[in-house]
């Protein structure tokens, strides 16, 4: 604790002080308190803080501050923090301030809910729905004077301002109660019901199964997320002039989905899409992607298949979904001029004709070591003229009017300087070729309007 801030020491001192003298009415009112009742709702709080990655120690405090004084109720939640766990040393510092806080807190909303005429503290069936407000005013409070503790601590021992510390936890902290609150008072019904309490507790087993269930699916979420930014990152260290255009086409990409009324897993399969089109070039040897000279008929044909290998090494990851359509045909042309498979209009899957548009819109508004970024009106201008030949005009103004209302905040320059721009282009042209920039003259070579030019094809 000593190596803590005076401040901090003298908080977290305070804390306890203040949570010591809440306690002391329950303690010197003896037989009055419940301390049955109170010795097994500690108990349960504790084992609910035993369990790993399921946080159901809320509505047990709910209920302890419906069904005991405020005192009783800080008791419990002391003697739950006090074994809870603690990831951080100095551990009895923590578990000390911990319990500190939450018996604050659940003493606090004891003593609201009591404010209540129809909040009794023997509750039962006739008092509902009358007594569910309360119970979700106490569990509003309860959160709140936490967060707003724990605000204070990180104001005394990380030295943070006010705003900083409170913006965060506050608003955060209204949620919850909206969950646990009629958890809570549900335990507290069935506690003095004839089923007593071991009815009261098996409330509590829908809510951890709940939890268990979001807690996977988040930790599923930040796997998958966790997989494509290691392709991405591996994509981007082997072809360095084309770095950060992928999670750009991904942002592009979902930029057009919302405008066509696509939520959800597809929402999120397509910025997966975007994300990975070209997680095929990690197939494609090194020095094809990076040569300055112009390519051959057979290094162009090994270019020409990065879709190819990128489908084949998705395959087997399932969360993608339909991007894996996206990144097998992300280069195919409504006018059948497309590779790897030639097809034309409906045929090419949608997802596929989405990461089209955002790919060479990035690719165009991109500043690179090979070339210049163009201005958006004129990307957009080249996307129109190809519409209906390389892109779904549904798909382009779609775009339009996503960037109308939200910008686009366009690439900066990757690791060399922007003038020094090579003259050689060792990437074929396809169909559909920009206009040149105002400006400076543009280097030597057309710059196709899907990107696919320069450094290993379309970007």
Same mark, same amino acid.
């Given at each position: 604790m000593w190596a803590l801030p005076a401040a901090a020491r003298a908080y977290i001192a305070c804390a306890v002080l203040a949570a010591a003298l809440c306690a002391v009415p329950a303690v010197r009112s003896g037989t009055a308190v419940p301390w049955g009742q109170v010795a097994l709702l500690a108990a349960v709080c504790a084992a609910c803080e035993r369990l790993p990655r399921t946080p159901v120690t809320l509505p047990v405090l709910i209920a302890s501050a419906v069904l005991l004084p405020p005192g009783a109720a800080g008791l419990v939640a002391a003697a739950a923090a006090l074994v809870g766990r603690v990831g951080r040393r100095p551990v009895w510092v923590r578990r000390l301030w911990h319990a500190a806080q939450f018996s604050l807190a659940t003493g606090a909303a004891s003593w609201l809910y009591g404010l209540s005429p129809a909040a009794p503290r023997v509750p039962d069936a006739s008092d509902l729905p009358h007594a569910l407000v309360p119970a979700l005013a106490a569990g509003l409070v309860l959160v709140l004077v936490a967060a707003a503790l724990d605000g204070g601590v990180l104001v005394t021992a990380e030295g943070r301002s006010p705003r900083t510390a409170w913006r965060g936890p506050l608003p955060g902290a209204l949620v919850p109660p909206l969950a646990h609150a009629p958890t809570g008072l549900m335990m507290a019904l069935l506690w003095h019901s004839p089923y007593g309490p071991p009815a009261a507790l098996l409330v509590l087993l829908p809510v951890s199964v709940s939890a268990w269930v979001l807690d996977r699916c988040r930790r599923e979420r930040a796997a998958h997320q966790a997989t494509v930014r290691a392709l991405v990152q591996a994509v981007d260290l082997k072809d360095r002039y084309t770095r950060g255009h992928s999670e750009r086409v991904g942002r592009a990409s979902v930029l057009i989905a919302r405008e066509l009324g696509i939520t959800g897993d597809r929402l999120e399969a397509l910025r997966f899409a975007g994300t990975l089109h070209d997680v095929g070039k990690l197939a494609v040897p090194t020095k094809v $992607?990076?040569?300055?000279?112009?390519?051959?008929?057979?290094?162009?044909?090994?270019?020409?298949?990065?879709?190819? #290998?990128?489908?084949?090494?998705?395959?087997?990851?399932?969360?993608?979904?339909?991007?894996?359509?996206?990144?097998?045909?992300?280069?195919?042309?409504?006018?059948?001029?497309? #590779?790897? #498979? %030639?097809? =034309? %209009?409906?045929?090419?899957?949608?997802?596929?004709?989405?990461?089209?548009?955002?790919?060479?819109?990035?690719?165009? =508004?991109? =500043?690179? /070591? #090979? /070339?210049?970024?163009?201005?958006?009106?004129?990307? $957009?201008?080249?996307?129109?003229?190809? /519409?209906? /030949?390389?892109?779904?005009?549904?798909?382009?103004a779609a775009l339009v009017s996503a960037l109308d209302r939200h910008g686009w905040r366009a690439a900066g320059p990757p690791d060399c300087p922007e003038d020094a721009v090579p003259v050689s282009r060792n990437v074929p042209v396809d169909h559909c070729s920009v206009l040149a920039p105002p400006g400076p003259p543009a280097p030597p070579g057309p710059r196709a309007a899907d990107g696919s030019m320069d450094r290993g094809g379309p970007g």
């Open positions: $992607l990076r040569k300055d000279g112009p390519l051959t008929p057979e290094e162009r044909r090994v270019i020409e298949l990065h879709p190819e #290998y990128g489908h084949e090494m998705v395959r087997g990851i399932g969360f993608l979904d339909e991007a894996r359509t996206a990144i097998l045909h992300h280069h195919e042309r409504l006018d059948g001029s497309g #590779y790897p #498979y %030639g097809l =034309t %209009g409906r045929q090419i899957p949608e997802f596929a004709r989405v990461v089209a548009v955002a790919d060479a819109f990035d690719a165009m =508004t991109s =500043t690179r /070591s #090979y /070339s210049r970024a163009r201005p958006v009106p004129v990307a $957009l201008a080249e996307l129109h003229r190809c /519409s209906g /030949s390389h892109f779904d005009p549904r798909m382009v």
